[in-house]
């Protein structure tokens, strides 16, 4: 049963009969783990935090720079040179103060993402590197934990939903191979648009908001959603399982 005060602050969500006061209790319940409190952090963050979603854990070990402030909308100038956690747990709590965050001031190695993800009923990868982004599927493919995956660079996103509690699902190393790719290209590195990340974080909040409040999803997992900044479309793509996998490609063979 959730308080008057609780009610009042979340009565236009609580009015969505997909979520009512049941949905609402539950994100209230629930811990979200966020790897990356850039853009895309910040935007799902913000939202996460505003919907009554009650403890979040954010982890990043980078200071906030003049030029995050361009896209990454959660920090202000007066967070220049802070810890980006110290910033983002400051603002998420001004937001809802009713919020728990905990925050994670490193870059996570297995063993402590390991322990993160299982006290945590999903997992939003907001990281900018594909060894951060391996390593996270891999756990959470481990665990079975819902995987909430955004990225975005130059003037296009990309958003999926590997839902590993479903063992028929693909995994993010299906869609992108470990092996080949220049791992040490960081965002830093290329020209990205404010908006688009944006985007593609609100979605990864959208899809995790519906994955904790509601009974059924509307969405299918399993797919990738592809956003072009320039012509605004988005375009989506099924995931395929691919069968050699070193991450699922077992689990389904023993399943
Ligand atoms: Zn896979």
Known sequence: MLSDRTFQRYQRQIALPEIGEVGQSRLNRCSVLIIGCG???????????????????ISDDDIVETSNLQRQIIYRESDI?????DAM????QSINGQLNVRKLNRRLNEEQLNLEVMIADAVLDCSDNLPTRHLINRICHRQAKPLISGSAIGW??????????????GCYRCLVPEEGFESSLKCSDSGIIGPVVGTIGNYQALATLQMLALDDVGFKSNQLHLFDGKSLKWQTLTIRSDTECSVCAQHKKAS
């Open 39 to 57: 853009g895309l952090g910040s935007a799902a963050g913000m939202y996460l935090a505003a919907a009554g979603v009650g403890k979040l854990v």
């Open 81 to 85: 040179n802070t810890n980006k956690v």
């Open 89 to 92: 747990a400051n603002q998420m």
């Open 156 to 169: 296009r996103g990309q958003f999926a939903v590997f839902n590993f509690v479903q063992s028929t699902t």
